[in-house]
């Protein structure tokens, strides 16, 4: 009798048990609204389609419910490494009690992710793509080793098309998102510009690829840019454009002090690692720098500086070789 009462008993827990979970597990709608605007601010300041982040943090947390995100904030299941200094957790993945990063919130771990896919060599093809591409970069992410499921890519996108997460790689896709409207924005020309680089590095300013609120849009190395008219300061070209202000001027790699001039080079994305087209070298003229020779290629100051070893803010010599890429 004691035992059939224990095994009534028991089996009434399990039951409460499975209740508490199912009214406990997030579903990924709720991850969605929940996260959406941190992958927005990363597509502004780093350039990852907002769309592959969100599929990515699903796919790999389980949107938040997995037993290793839970233990740990870690929603992208990015591994320890030996640069890793924070806290770990081990778990076992490929191989048995394998050591993960450990986050002090999920934001953090949102923000480990940005810089991971920014800071490795391994990664920089991807940044090649439009931030509107999500398939390629699907399909560039399991390319680079992100992970080793063979259908890797095909998982992201049947998520972001499932969900319509590619709504939030659109200008203001958060606000569109929640409220489910699909109409069009004001930057929508962004996702129907050409995908040919402007290849006269002579004269970088002789083809028009589309027009906003009466600012003629540019292309170099597949990034859009405009011109600066006389007046115009980040401040406002922030507000023309949808995009706030701090990630204007990172976009052009320039600080909180930094002024504009009639005809200054303004890109209104984020810059590629490196020169995409058959160009190697560059030779330096009188009066340039590095930033401005990265402005005229559309390459990232920081990462031009790297691929020739020296400092962005260094003089240079005429004549002086520039690698860009």
Known sequence: ??????????????????????????????????????????MEKYGIPASITMAQGILESDAGNSALSLSSNNHFGIKCKKSWTGRKVYYDDDA????????????????????????????????????????????????AGYATAPD?????????????????????????????KHAKQNAEWFAQQS???NQQMEDPFNVTINAHKGYSIYRVNHTCYVLAKEGDTYESLSKI????????????????????????????????????????????????????????????????ARLNRTRPSRPLEVDQTIRLR
Not at 115 to 137: Q, V
Not at 267 to 294: C, D, P, V, Y
């Open 241 to 304: 454009f949808a995009i706030s202000e701090s990630n204007l001027r990172k976009f052009n790699d320039v600080n909180r002090r930094a002024v504009l001039t009639k005809g200054s080079i303004v890109f209104i994305e984020r810059k590629k690692g490196a020169w995409l087209s058959q160009q190697l070298l560059h030779m330096a003229s009188h009066g340039q720098t590095l930033h401005s020779i990265s402005q005229s290629y559309g390459i990232r100051l920081r990462r031009l």
């Open 1 to 42: 009798m004691k035992k059939i009462r224990f095994t009534i008993v028991f089996a009434l827990l399990a039951i409460s048990c499975v209740a508490v979970y199912a009214q406990t597990r997030q579903t990924r709608e709720e991850y969605i609204e929940k996260y959406k605007s941190i992958a927005v601010a990363h």
């Open 195 to 197: 995908s040919s680089p």
């Open 96 to 143: 048995k009690g394998e050591c993960f990063r450990a986050y002090p919130s999920v934001e953090a771990s949102y923000e480990d992710h940005a810089l991971f896919l920014d800071s490795s060599p391994r990664y920089d093809s991807l940044f090649s793509y439009p931030s509107n591409d999500y398939r390629s970069w699907a399909r560039g992410l399991k390319a």
């Open 152 to 180: 890797y890519a095909e998982r992201l996108v049947t998520i972001i098309e499932k969900y319509k997460l590619y709504i939030l790689d659109q200008a203001d896709g958060s606000a569109i998102y929640s409220s489910g």
